[in-house]
Nanobody, 120 residues
Framework: VQLQASGGGLVQAGGSLRLSCAAS????????MGWFRQAPGKEREFVAA????????YYADSVKGRFTISRDNAKNTVYLQMNGLKPEDTAVYYC??????????????WGQGTQVTVSS
């Protein structure tokens, strides 16, 4: 599975962005998908995940109520809608795919990352 993340950018605090992650391959619908982020000088951390069917979603406490993960299996794409952005959300955001992992970082496939910068 090859993953291509997009949609990052510069936004003011309180604003919104929607990240997309397009996957190649015909088996996208069999993979759980996750979003992770890494801020400068910090370790990569879990943000959100969605099960292969879309029936289950998982969020880090820091983004609950502000971010929404969704997927469109017909388009081989997973999305991360980010509302109420805060400066501490500034990071490189990565999408990942795995047939088992959800909230851990034990994903087999990773995208290249997209930069999100939130100004105060």
């Amino acid at each position: 599975v090859q993953l291509q993340a997009s949609g990052g950018g510069l936004v003011q605090a309180g604003g919104s962005l929607r990240l997309s992650c397009a996957a190649s391959g015909r088996t996208f619908s069999s993979y759980n998908m996750g979003w992770f982020r890494q801020a400068p000088g910090k370790e990569r951390e879990f943000v959100a995940a969605i099960s292969w069917s879309g029936g289950s979603t998982y969020y880090a406490d820091s983004v609950k109520g502000r971010f929404t993960i969704s997927r469109d299996n017909a388009k081989n794409t997973v999305y991360l809608q980010m509302n109420g952005l805060k400066p501490e959300d500034t990071a490189v955001y990565y999408c990942a795919a795995d047939q088992v992992a959800t909230m851990t970082q034990r994903y087999d496939y990773w995208g290249q990352g997209t930069q999100v910068t939130v100004s105060s």
